[in-house]
């Protein structure tokens, strides 16, 4: 019988609405053997998942999706299969959250100039159980104190970018965060490329250390997934693919709504493992 796996998952200690705990047992229910937490610049609920695993018989390896920026276009490496409780890796963490809340208190600012003046950066930051902040949270914020009726409308009218009250992201290059996750002992690879499309700049971040590619996602036709999968051959890329679930915060989407046999995740093992770059 195949075993599969969701590679690309989302908790409170980000931005989705569910908990390690909550996300453990809705891949339990899906019939999903392996997962991973790749929270947004944190990895404080991986420990809490592996815990909850153990109740149901999941694997869970650890994860994380970084944050960058290329040519003016936001991309997001993912990493896998690293020391989860590695000091120097949280310290590194803690100084991207610490940008996370700066630009928060810069967006929140904006609104007040627009004369939303009822919204303060601790409350925002409440909605998460860490630093890891971001605009989902301040869109949800809007959304409760009344001022758009809709999480999207929030991003329409405020926070995408473009709109008054967007602040630019933390300029990390998606070659650091590749350096960062391979230093760290861990396996790169790109998240959701049909979205961010950045096709140009794969054979340089294949050049930086990238393993993989994340071919297998929401919503996307096969035409775009056959594409993806030639673009990994090509390059000697594992192809990986997963739900980005973030609980109500997405509600079409649930955990194993796209997974992988978890042949992928032995494909990605054996490049941690023989360190092929």
Not at 76 to 82: E, M, N, P, T
Not at 140 to 145: E, G, I
Not at 247 to 272: E, H, P, R, T, W
Request: proline share 3%; with cysteine; aromatic share 8%.
């Amino acid at each position: 019988m195949t075993r599969y796996a969701d590679l690309h998952i989302h908790t409170n200690y980000s931005d989705s609405t569910l908990t390690p705990f909550e996300v453990v047992e809705q891949a339990y229910k899906n019939d999903i053997y392996c997962i991973s937490i790749t929270d947004h610049d944190t990895f404080e609920g991986v420990a809490l998942a592996i815990e909850a695993a153990k109740k149901y018989g999941i694997e869970v390896i650890s994860g994380i999706e970084l944050s960058s920026v290329l040519n003016g276009k936001d991309v997001h490496i993912l990493g896998y299969l690293f020391d989860h409780v590695n000091e120097e890796f949280t310290n590194r963490l803690m100084c991207m959250q610490d940008t996370r809340v700066g630009r928060m208190q810069k967006m929140i600012n904006k609104l007040k100039d627009l004369g939303i003046d009822n919204i303060e950066l601790e409350e925002v930051c409440n909605l998460a159980e860490t630093r890891s902040v971001g605009r989902p949270h301040l869109a949800l914020m809007l959304k409760q104190k009344g001022w758009v009726s809709e999480v999207r409308e929030a991003f329409d009218k405020y926070i995408a970018e473009g709109a008054p009250a967007y602040f630019p992201k933390y300029k990390q290059t998606p070659y650091e965060a590749i350096q960062l996750i391979n230093e760290m002992g861990g396996v790169a690879v790109l998240a959701h490329p049909m979205i961010t499309k950045i096709d140009e700049m794969i054979p340089g971040l294949v050049k930086e250390g990238l393993k993989g590619i994340e071919v297998y996602y929401p919503n996307v036709s096969s035409t775009i997934v056959e594409f993806y999968e030639g673009l990994a051959a090509k390059h000697g890329l594992v192809a990986t693919g997963g739900s980005d679930s973030h609980g109500n915060a997405k509600k079409d989407i649930f955990i194993g709504k796209i997974k992988v046999a978890y042949s992928q995740v032995d494909q990605l093992k054996n490049k941690l493992a023989t360190n092929i770059y």
